[in-house]
């Protein structure tokens, strides 16, 4: 009796395809995710096998990693194809899935893995006589995703050459080399002083204009946020380079490369429209004016800043406006933004740069609600 209760119990809950359908998700990418759970110690002994280097634990960390892009996509694939089948795929079909979950990646996330985690799938499925379906399909899906880590490639190369190009990359540059082995921050002799006015000099700051109580200027907290965002660290008492970040970002052409490069302009950005990092009426004027004016110099189109002026309250907005625009003659200093007189456009290809800051600081701003 008691084995019998246990089943029913088991078969009304949560763990039941049928039940759980119901409640939204379908019988077949709760299957997909079922069967790819089964396959955890047989795709760890052949990563184990792939990289001897690897210890258990870092096979098993690998697999792990992987197949859980393979559960997340492979589900969804199976909802779209009706077909729980993950070694006999549609290939129109799981591109369709595929270009689906590349559309909500996170700006910061490269989508390079994704690609090479399904090639590596592949060559499990083909290497364990897994793969059921005909070599061709198999094919079709492999050059899919080949063609997509080429094309990566390719704006990987574009993007690191194009933000070395900009004298944001020189301020960075010039601030990782300055710091040497390390700035230390408790220590105030004149040597560490000396120190830290050599940094101030290596990112354009005059030094004796720096008051030792006042606010740092404006363009170290530019330089300064972009630095920690992709090349410079901190410890409990100083400000140290990290060194293998600092060789990704000074060469390569890469997807690591890339990615510290635009972590690197989009904390740029973030620091233009919020300088303080605070949440007062003020700081947040000063965002939706910098954000308007972005905008426009995105599409081409006035915003409504008297709209704007009304919403923030005009002595606010009357206040921050001459702030705002000299964010964005900072922002076009750094090459971020291209500027013509007083009109601003910004580089296609520096887009994603733009929009991924301000949604940094919209989302600071959201969570300070």
């Known amino acids: 009796m008691a084995s019998k209760k246990r089943q029913g119990k088991k078969n009304s809950g949560a763990g039941n395809p049928a039940k759980a359908a119901q409640r939204g998700r379908s019988v077949h990418k709760i299957q997909a995710e079922l069967s790819v759970d089964a396959l955890r110690g047989q795709y760890v002994a052949w990563v184990a096998a792939q990289v001897p280097a690897f210890s258990p634990a870092d096979a098993a960390q690998a697999a792990e990693i992987q197949l859980d892009v393979i559960r997340t996509i492979g589900g969804e694939y199976a909802e779209t194809a009706r077909s729980s089948n993950l070694f006999d795929l549609d290939p129109e079909l799981f591109g369709q899935a595929l270009a689906d979950f590349l559309v909500n990646l996170p700006d910061n996330?490269?989508?390079?893995?994704?690609?090479?985690?399904?090639?590596?799938?592949?060559?499990?499925?083909?290497?364990?006589?897994?793969w059921q379906g005909g070599a061709d399909n198999l094919e079709e899906v492999r050059e899919m995703l080949e063609d997509a880590l080429d094309g990566f490639a390719e704006g990987d190369a574009e993007i690191c050459a194009l933000l070395r190009a900009t004298p944001l990359f020189?301020?960075?540059?010039?601030?990782?080399?300055?710091?040497?082995?390390?700035?230390?921050?408790?220590?105030?002799?004149?040597?560490?002083s000396s120190s830290r006015a050599q940094v101030f000099e290596a990112?354009?700051?005059?030094?004796?204009?720096?008051?030792?109580?006042?606010?740092?200027?404006?363009r170290f907290n530019y330089i300064w946020n972009a630095a920690m965002m992709s090349v410079v660290t901190?410890?409990?008492?100083?400000?140290?380079?990290?060194?293998?970040a600092f060789a990704e970002f000074l060469d390569g052409e890469q997807a690591d490369s890339a990615q510290l490069l635009f972590e690197m302009a989009v904390a740029c950005v973030q620091a233009h429209l919020n300088p303080t990092m605070d949440t007062s009426l003020r700081d947040e004027a000063h965002y939706l004016v910098v954000r308007n004016l972005l905008?426009?110099?995105?599409?081409?189109?006035?915003g409504d800043l008297e709209g704007l002026r009304r919403n923030v309250?005009?002595?606010?907005?009357?206040?921050v406006l001459p702030e705002a625009t000299e964010a964005m003659a900072s922002l076009a200093g750094f090459g971020l933004l291209q500027r013509d007189g007083e009109t601003y456009s910004i580089d296609e290809r520096l887009v994603p740069v733009v929009s991924a800051g301000i949604s940094e600081?919209?989302?600071?701003?959201?969570?300070?609600?």
């Open 313 to 319: 309250g005009a002595k606010i907005y009357d206040s």
């Open 234 to 244: 901190t410890t409990e008492t100083s400000i140290v380079r990290d060194e293998e």
């Open 170 to 192: 020189d301020a960075v540059k010039n601030f990782a080399v300055a710091i040497g082995d390390g700035i230390a921050t408790n220590d105030f002799t004149d040597s560490a």
């Open 109 to 130: 996330v490269a989508p390079e893995p994704i690609f090479s985690t399904w090639l590596d799938f592949f060559s499990f499925a083909e290497d364990t006589s897994l």
């Open 203 to 218: 990112m354009g700051i005059d030094a004796q204009s720096v008051e030792a109580d006042a606010p740092a200027p404006l």
């Open 295 to 302: 905008v426009t110099a995105s599409t081409g189109r006035d």
């Open 361 to 369: 600081v919209e989302a600071f701003f959201e969570e300070a609600v």
